[in-house]
């Protein structure tokens, strides 16, 4: 007896195998019993497993290897870049948001908030502990619902311990910056996570300008500007990665204390922090197969013109973590 053949959920057409052929649409049902969904769960989180130990070994010590991978059409055994950047980024940061501000709180517990007076316009003097406080509950917007919680003016400028001055912005953004930056002083943790807040943001927008500077670098090789997009992926990965772990070898370094087994932590943490460059310039050397020539002009004038964008992004995120604070 003649059986019939299955046919897609979505558009009804005759199957020749897992996937429609048609609309692509996969032929699974996900309603099924709680055993099956757990079992397709860890399923899936294995074969992730599986694909993030292949990916992590040739980013980290092949350079080129995996973007030219993909480009040929070898994707399944990897992590695809974008995800690859994203578990990256996201990790990277959470670490780092982790770590950084305890060292940061600990260098400037120096600063005693409650010493430093500061004047208003009544005469009267506030502290800048006080003066922090009130600001947090301006951003919170609980200023105005209790009686003297507004944001007192103060005198000038000049009457503040410490001062930030910025030559773009009017004389009353740059009194509010004075103002936060004086509360970032006594307590730098607000405008630190409001940094590591901000910053994938940054590095997410500086992908798409760095592939496209690769693009105009390398614009006669005929490449599309995705697979210079896929190259940055790989690229800002395998810097976040090592950035983390040079930071954890340089925590690791100072906490032990006999300098015979401190002393290689510090080797490796500084052969780390050459990888990083050698890296970079084997991979443009290995993925566009150019000239050592030409190749180390355009990573030269790649890395400038990187470098310079990417302090810029980066003095443009403390001032908005002062400003957004």
Known sequence: METLPQRCDNCGTALEGAFCHECGQEKKSYIRNLTGVLSEFFGEFSNWDSRLWRTLWPLWFRPGFLTRRYVQGHRVPYVPPLRLYIFTSVLTFLILAQLVPHQAIGESSHTDP????????????????????????????????????????????????????????????????????????????????KFFSLAPQMMFLLLPLFALL??????????????????????HSFILQMGVFVLLLGMLQSSIPWGWLASPVGWLKTALLWWIPLYLLLCQKFYYQQGWGKTLLKFWLTSSIYNLTFISAFLTLIVLSVLWM
Do not use: C, W
């Open 114 to 193: 409650d010493s430093i007076l500061i004047e208003i316009e009544d005469g009267s003097k506030l502290t800048l502990s006080e003066l922090m406080r009130k600001i947090e509950a301006e951003a919170r917007g609980d200023a105005t619902t209790e009686p003297g919680n507004e944001l007192p003016q103060l005198l000038g400028a000049e009457k503040l311990p410490y001062e930030l001055p910025l030559p773009f912005i009017s004389d009353a953004t740059q009194q509010r910056v004075d103002e936060r930056f004086n509360a970032l002083i006594a307590s730098p943790k607000l405008a630190i996570n």
């Open 214 to 235: 690769l693009k105009l670098m390398y614009i006669r090789s005929n490449r599309f500007y995705m697979e210079h997009l896929i190259l940055a992926l790989h690229s």
